[in-house]
């Protein structure tokens, strides 16, 4: 098997963004066909990958002298079904994008950094060394970017500094993490960290990098506290690249996180306590925003945020359960394509409302919905989904990581601690059942405040109906099929960084497991009526009720923190350190001058004594070049001279060789 077959999904987004933009100048429409044949063939190229990963080809692939340490990539069944998955929301997203995008602006380079995004994440999870995967990282943050600020809007604009901010700085950090853990370990090879980390003496000496490094993955991820851009960036992207941004994006993130974890720090209870400590405030953070909002867009990218912090209880517990994690690594795995999955429907449902009506406001777009069945069948199937009702998809994923949340409580040296992850998990659940059911309640249930109005046509294209309505036909399929399907996905990913097989068959629908799902959505009937719809909203003079958001701004992080620390405390603490550099430079020549450099006296033409305005010009020069010569200007002057002249040597043997 030749294993360049591994740069295909890559390189095709790559290859084709240029001309489809190129094309695009000339005729939108032959652009929008072209768009969508490049989703659809990134698809198929990842479908190939995967039918050969089933059939127990592992590809690997080693280019050297990229980038100066070289590309090395990888397929197993875990990279091929995320691939796959992500080709499949972007041939989805690309199908209703020709619709959403049809007033748009700039529609070309919207898809032209599409596509370069698409590759670079594809590379991401292709990745086999960290370096691989730093690479197409950055490619991917800062094409993505563009997809951010599409808008260009003031709102959108802010959006994107903030993220692109987060993406470069958790970058620079991330980078500083790899070359430290290569120094400890002499290898960024996901198959050797394991080998290498084991061997170490003292393991305390990969906290440090594994931190960095963490703190560069969990920026794309959305962990807290490093999540303030994606309420921001959410709701000002397109619909499309909301979902993108939500279901792909910051799984790549949970890439990164997951190597980190199983390669480095498999097994580690101190560093599965820091994962689930994040984990559990993401997790109920993100719930609690997403309860208080009241744009249909920001609330379901709080709602990402919260079950990114699930997926991270699913790794946090990986390393505390040891070799009998299984059930945790199930969990994160099945978690992660499910949220992927339900993510993709609710935000192209989002955009099938803000294409008709271009608002987000609960309190405008309520009872849109009503006599609309396709779109409330769709966005029920992403509600039942995300909430964890049994036969839909979420409930088999929220369902093993409650149970390997049990399982270890029953193995902890102090089990109080954990039996609260247990319920704040259950309650994170009920939170989420509480702004789903705000969500769908005001689109589809209540009554309008005044009559919409209708387009003539109808609300919604074929092409965007078929992008929504086959991944929503597939979140039940999942759920009420688990051990097939489900199950086989799980085992099929478990080859990924050395997962086993669970000790005993998994009772989907046990007593047990029914009845934490049925805790979850008691918690959130009550959340509903107790709080949203009594305390989130108010009358107005005519006595109809509306939604408000009660969330104090003053707790906004990034206005608090992030942006008087960026603006205002770093400039001032770059200055003061200017500042007094500058003037310990002035006082340190001022003490040269009058020690070391002190002025000599001119020595006479002859024994007679000359005024200083009986120097001949000669005794001048010699005396200011004598100066010169003498000062600290003229020694970094030469030293300057003489850095440049080694640096051109330098490249002129590196040319030569």
Known sequence: MNDYILLVPILLPFFSAFPIYIVGRRSKRTRDILAETAGCAEFAACAILLALAL?????????????????????????????LIAALMWMMTTLFS???????RNRNRYYLFTLLTCGATVGVLLSNDLFTTFIFFEI??????????????????????????????????????????????????????????????????LYLPGALILFGFGAKAGMFPLHIWLPKAHPVAPAPASALLSGILTKTGVFGIIVLTSGVFLHDALWGNIILALGVVTMVLGAVLAVFSVDLKRTLACSSMSQIGFIL??????????????????????????????????????????????????NDIRGWGRNKPFLNFCFLMGTLGITGVPLWNGYVSKTLLHESIVEYIALAPSPGIYRAVEWLFLISGGLTAAYMAKLYIAIFVEKPVKPFEEP????????????????????PVMGMFPSPLMEGIARHMQGFMDWESPDAAV???????????????????????????????????????????????????????????????????????????????????????????????????????????????????????????GSISYSLLLFGAGFCAAMVYLIIILISK
């Open 98 to 104: 020709r619709e959403y995008l049809a007033h748009y």
């Open 140 to 205: 991917m943050s800062f094409t993505s970017y563009v997809m951010v600020v599409q808008d260009e809007k003031p709102g959108a604009m802010r959006a994107g500094e903030t993220y692109i901010a987060v993406a470069v700085i958790g970058g620079m950090v991330m980078l500083m993490g790899l070359l430290l853990l290569e120094n400890r370990l002499g290898t960024l090879y996901f198959d050797e960290l394991h080998t290498e980390a084991t061997t170490m003496a003292d393991v305390s000496e």
């Open 313 to 362: 209880i699913g790794i946090g517990v990986q390393a505390l359960l040891g070799h009998h994690n299984t059930l945790a690594l199930w969990g994160t795995g099945l978690h992660m394509v499910n949220h992927s999955m339900l993510k993709l429907v609710l935000f192209m449902c989002a955009g099938v409302v803000y294409m008709n009506l271009h608002k987000l406001d609960l």
């Open 55 to 83: 059939g127990g080809n592992e590809l690997t692939l080693a280019i050297p002298n990229v980038c100066g340490r070289g590309i090395y990539l990888k397929l197993d069944c875990f990279r091929a079904i995320y691939a």
């Open 456 to 475: 003539k046509k109808w609300y919604i294209g074929t092409k965007s109906a078929l992008a929504i309505g086959i991944p929503a036909l597939c979140l």
């Open 507 to 629: 009772k989907w629908f046990s007593l047990t497991n029914l009845r934490g799902a049925a805790v979850s959505l008691t918690i959130g009937a009550a959340v509903y009526f107790l709080v949203v719809r009594t305390l989130l909203m108010r009358r107005d003079e005519k006595g109809v009720k509306y939604y408000v958001n009660r969330w104090p701004t003053r707790l906004d992080l990034e206005e608090i923190l992030y942006r008087p620390l960026i603006q205002r405390l770093l400039p001032f603490l770059g200055a003061l350190v200017c500042r007094v550099l500058d003037n310990l430079t002035d006082w340190t020549v001022a003490l040269l001058n009058n020690t070391v450099l002190r002025r000599k006296p001119i020595p006479p033409s002859s024994d007679a004594d000359f005024e200083p305005g009986d120097f001949t010009p000669q005794i001048k020069r010699s005396y200011t070049l004598q100066r010169i010569s």
